[in-house]
T-cell receptor
Framework: AQSVAQPEDQVNVAEGNPLTVKCTYS??????LFWYVQYPNRGLQFLLK??????LVKGSYGFEAEFNKSQTSFHLKKPSALVSDSALYFC????????????????FGTGTRLTIIP | KAGVTQTPRYLIKTRGQQVTLSCSPI?????VSWYQQTPGQGLQFLFE???????NKGNFPGRFSGRQFSNSRSEMNVSTLELGDSALYLC????????????FGPGTRLTVL
C-alpha cells in the first residue's frame, strides 16, 4: 500500500527566510509525487509534480521540491517566504507500480499548516 | 478555461436523509475523482470515474455511490446520512493517463445534524 507522511503539523517561518515543508513516502514501485496547497474555504491548488528525471522540480509561485530516492523524501522548498504563502500544504503520492492507464487514486499526507510571520 | 465547479457549495442535512453532490470537470477532462476531507481523517479517496465507468474505489461503505455522465459531469450520492459524513467533499478532474495532475474544485461543505 502507498502512504505519505508529513511529520510536521505546523511550520512557522519569518517572512523573507527560506522555508521547507517535509514529506516522506512509501510505495512498492516508482513514486509519482505531488504538492498541493489549500487556502481557507478553497479546494486544493496544484503546485508541482515529480514523475522522473531531475530531482529538483520547479513549480508555481516560486516553490520547488527535491526528490530523494534513498531517503524516500520529497520536501517542498522556497528560497524566500511571503506572508501570502501561509496556507495548508499537502503532499500526495501515486504508486506507478500498480497504476494502469488513468489510475487516478492519490494518497495524501495529513497536511502541514505553514504560517509566515511578518 | 473554466475550472472545476461543484454545486452546491454548502449543504445542511439531517441524519437518515440522502444527498447528491454535483461536479463539472474542466472542459476536455474525462476523469473525475472524489475525495472526502475531514479534520480527523484528512483527505481520503472515494472513487474515480472515467468515460462513465468507475475505475477505482476507496474504502467507503456502499452508502457512498457515484456516477458519470456522457459529458463527463459527475454526481456522488450519500444515502442514510450519518453525523460522521459531515465533511468537505472535493471533486478533481484530469485528462486521465499516468502523468496528468488532478485539478480540484472548491468543494461542497456537507453538515449532517
Amino acid at each position: 500500500a502507498q502512504s505519505v507522511a508529513q511529520p510536521e503539523d505546523q511550520v512557522n517561518v519569518a517572512e523573507g527566510n527560506p522555508l521547507t515543508v517535509k514529506c516522506t513516502y512509501s510505495v512498492s514501485g516508482n513514486p509519482y509525487l505531488f504538492w498541493y496547497v489549500q487556502y481557507p474555504n478553497r479546494g486544493l491548488q496544484f503546485l508541482l509534480k515529480y514523475i522522473t528525471g531531475d530531482n529538483l522540480v520547479k513549480g508555481s509561485y516560486g516553490f520547488e521540491a527535491e526528490f530523494n530516492k534513498s531517503q524516500t523524501s520529497f520536501h517542498l522548498k522556497k528560497p524566500s517566504a511571503l506572508v501570502s504563502d501561509s496556507a495548508l500544504y499537502f503532499c500526495a503520492v501515486r504508486d506507478m507500480e500498480i497504476t494502469n492507464f488513468g489510475n487516478e487514486k492519490l494518497t495524501f499526507g495529513t497536511g502541514t499548516r505553514l504560517t509566515i510571520i511578518p | 478555461k473554466a475550472g472545476v465547479t461543484q454545486t452546491p457549495r454548502y449543504l445542511i442535512k439531517t441524519r437518515g436523509q440522502q444527498v447528491t453532490l454535483s461536479c463539472s470537470p474542466i472542459s476536455g477532462h474525462r476523469s473525475v475523482s472524489w475525495y472526502q476531507q475531514t479534520p480527523g481523517q484528512g483527505l481520503q479517496f472515494l472513487f474515480e470515474y472515467f468515460s462513465e465507468t468507475q475505475r477505482n474505489k476507496g474504502n467507503f461503505p456502499g452508502r457512498f455511490s457515484g456516477r458519470q455522465f456522457s459529458n463527463s459531469r459527475s454526481e456522488m450520492n450519500v444515502s442514510t446520512l450519518e453525523l460522521g459524513d459531515s465533511a468537505l467533499y472535493l471533486c478533481a478532474s484530469s485528462l486521465g493517463g499516468n502523468y496528468n495532475e488532478q485539478f480540484f474544485g472548491p468543494g461542497t461543505r456537507l453538515t449532517v445534524l
